[in-house]
C-alpha cells in the first residue's frame, strides 16, 4: 500500500509564507512526477506546480514567482513553498505522484497515481 502524507499547511496572514510537505511511503519502485493541486471552496481542483524525477519544474502562471517545488528523491517528499500569500491562495492542497509500485521482492509492478487527503491553507487577516 503506497501513500501520500501532506503536512506544513495552516492560517497566514497575506503577505506570509508557508512550506507545505508530502512524503510517499510503502512499497515504492519509481517515483515519476510529482505535483501539488489545490481545491478552493466552490470551485474545481487545479494544478498548482509539478516535478518530475529529474528535477524539470512546471509552476502554474497564478503562483509563479512566488511557489516554488522542489523534491527530495532519497527521501520520497515533494515540497511547496510559498510565498507573497495572498487571500485567493486559501484553499486544501493535495500532493499528487506518478509512481510505479514494487513487489514484495522489490521489483517493479504497476503504474499508478495517487493522492494525498490535503492539507488546509487559510490566508487572512
Do not use: H
Amino acid at each position: 500500500q503506497v501513500q501520500l502524507v501532506e503536512s506544513g499547511g495552516g492560517l497566514v496572514q497575506p503577505g506570509g509564507s508557508l512550506r507545505l510537505s508530502c512524503a510517499a511511503s510503502g512499497s515504492i519502485f519509481r517515483i515519476n512526477t510529482m505535483g501539488w493541486y489545490r481545491q478552493a471552496p466552490g470551485k474545481q481542483r487545479e494544478l498548482v506546480a509539478t516535478i518530475t524525477s529529474g528535477g524539470s519544474t512546471n509552476v502554474v502562471g497564478s503562483v509563479k514567482g512566488r511557489f516554488t517545488i522542489s523534491r527530495d528523491n532519497g527521501k520520497n517528499t515533494v515540497y511547496l513553498q510559498m510565498t507573497s500569500l495572498k487571500l485567493e491562495d486559501t484553499a486544501v492542497y493535495y500532493c499528487n505522484a506518478d509512481l510505479q509500485t514494487a513487489t514484495i521482492s522489490g521489483l517493479p509492478f504497476r503504474r499508478d497515481n495517487i493522492w494525498g487527503q490535503g492539507t488546509q491553507v487559510t490566508v487572512s487577516s
